[in-house]
Nanobody, 120 residues
């Protein structure tokens, strides 16, 4: 499974602005999977931003709900993250993730990461 992310990168978003990230999975995609986004700010641990199951059930950081919205198009294995009212604290590398279960083992795949920078 390969995950290709788009959005972010060299673009700097002003405080209060919005940005959308997308991630498309390709390859031998398991039929049952959860796709989502994590982020890692400098000096901090990687944290879950939001995730979505094939039936549209979502989960994510409580502190981000209301500003960040995750959606999914299962037909083409794409997940979108809409980020609104951004603040400098949202600056981080954002990673796309696909998780599935094989037997009793959790299997995770990661995208290459995309930089999101919010200027003050």
């Amino acid at each position: 499974v390969q995950l290709q992310a788009s959005g972010g990168g060299l673009v700097q978003v002003p405080t209060g602005g919005s940005l959308s990230l997308s991630c498309t999975a390709s390859g031998n995609i398991p039929s049952v999977n959860v796709m989502g986004w994590y982020r890692q700010a400098p000096g901090k641990q990687r944290e879950l931003v939001a995730a979505i199951s094939p039936d549209g059930t979502t989960t994510g950081a409580e502190s981000l709900k209301g500003r960040f919205t995750i959606t999914r198009h299962s037909a083409n294995a794409t997940v979108h993250l809409q980020m609104d009212s951004l603040t400098p604290e949202d600056t981080a590398v954002y990673y796309c993730n696909l998780a599935t279960v094989r037997g009793l083992d959790l299997k995770e795949y990661w995208g290459q990461g995309t930089q999101v920078t919010v200027s003050s």
